[in-house]
């Protein structure tokens, strides 16, 4: 098993745009919340393969805003481990709630999120209409709606 680093970045050093690209359509799109999140990275002694921004929404919910493994280090349970650890500093810092939101297109990220523990809880309605310049497209299907998951973190 390899042995991986989890470290949180200053927003000083450089952004990790191409990680965070994998996840989010355009640089413009991930300006809108990164310079407001905490960015993560996971690092397996060779080189960074995945990112994790957290974005505070309030007190209470702490957001998942990007979270992006490498392509050869997919289906290999990293993405488990990123979001076991956006739990785990959510409690730390005494949230009640973590939240995700992903393309109604997107379902095999919506079953992602369903496996670890997130249950759906909103729609925002043409999210990636109104926000996008270009239509987005994934598994042949338009992106229009944003589906919001929640996972209520036990104390």
């Known amino acids: ?6 470290n949180k970045i200053s927003i000083e050093t450089d952004i990790p745009y191409e990680l965070l690209l994998l996840a989010d359509e355009t640089i413009e799109a991930i300006d809108r919340y990164i310079f407001n999140s905490d960015i993560y990275l996971l690092n397996d ?3 960074d393969i995945a990112v994790m921004a957290l974005h505070q929404n309030n007190d209470t919910e702490l957001e998942v805003k990007n979270i992006a493994v490498i392509e050869d280090y997919r289906n290999k349970g990293i993405g488990s481990i990123l979001m076991n650890k956006a739990k785990e500093i959510a ?3 005494g949230y009640k709630t973590l ?3 992903t393309s109604d297109t997107g379902l095999q990220q919506i079953r992602f999120y369903e496996k670890n523990g997130f249950i759906k ?4 309605k043409n999210f990636f209409i109104e926000n996008y310049p270009a239509p987005i497209y994934e ?8 589906i919001l998951l929640t996972h ?4």
């Open 152 to 155: 209520h973190l036990s104390e």
């Open 45 to 47: 002694g060779s080189g």
């Open 1 to 6: 098993m390899e042995q991986f680093t989890f």
């Open 91 to 93: 409690r730390e810092n």
């Open 139 to 146: 598994n042949g299907l338009q992106m229009q709606d944003m």
């Open 99 to 101: 939240t995700v939101g």
């Open 121 to 124: 809880t909103g729609i925002r």
